[in-house]
């Protein structure tokens, strides 16, 4: 499985940014997909995760609020649309997939089993 992550960039606070990730290599739907975070100097943190029929999970309510985790499976693609966004979600993301189910300790970027993107970066300024 490859994972490429894309749709990163410097914007300003309030700005909007749609991240995508493509996988290739095995079948998407296959996968429940989701979107991690690591700023500077901290760990990386669960951000959102959607199985193929589409059922979301969000890290809290505020991103649920603001992020918006989707998928194409046709296209194979995962979206993450990130709206109102603010200095502290200046970070990298990163894509990753699981085969069939979200694991049990999803939040934990350690205990995730499955693949991950390289990553893509956004910035944030006020």
Not at 31 to 50: C, D, L, N, S, T
């Amino acid at each position: 499985v490859q994972l490429q992550a894309s749709g990163g960039g410097a914007v300003q606070s309030g700005d909007s940014l749609r991240l995508s990730c493509a996988l290739s290599g095995r079948t998407f739907s296959d996968y429940v997909m989701a979107w991690f975070r690591q700023a500077p100097g901290k760990e990386r943190e669960f951000v959102a995760a959607i199985n193929w029929g589409g059922v979301r999970t969000y890290d809290t309510d505020s991103m649920k609020g603001r992020f918006t985790i989707s998928r194409d499976n046709a296209k194979s693609i995962l979206y993450l649309q990130m709206n109102s966004l603010k200095p502290e979600d200046t970070a990298v993301y990163y894509c990753a997939a699981n085969l069939a189910r979200l694991p049990d300790l999803y939040r934990d970027y350690l205990k995730w089993p499955g693949y991950w993107g390289q990553g893509t970066q956004v910035t944030v300024s006020s």
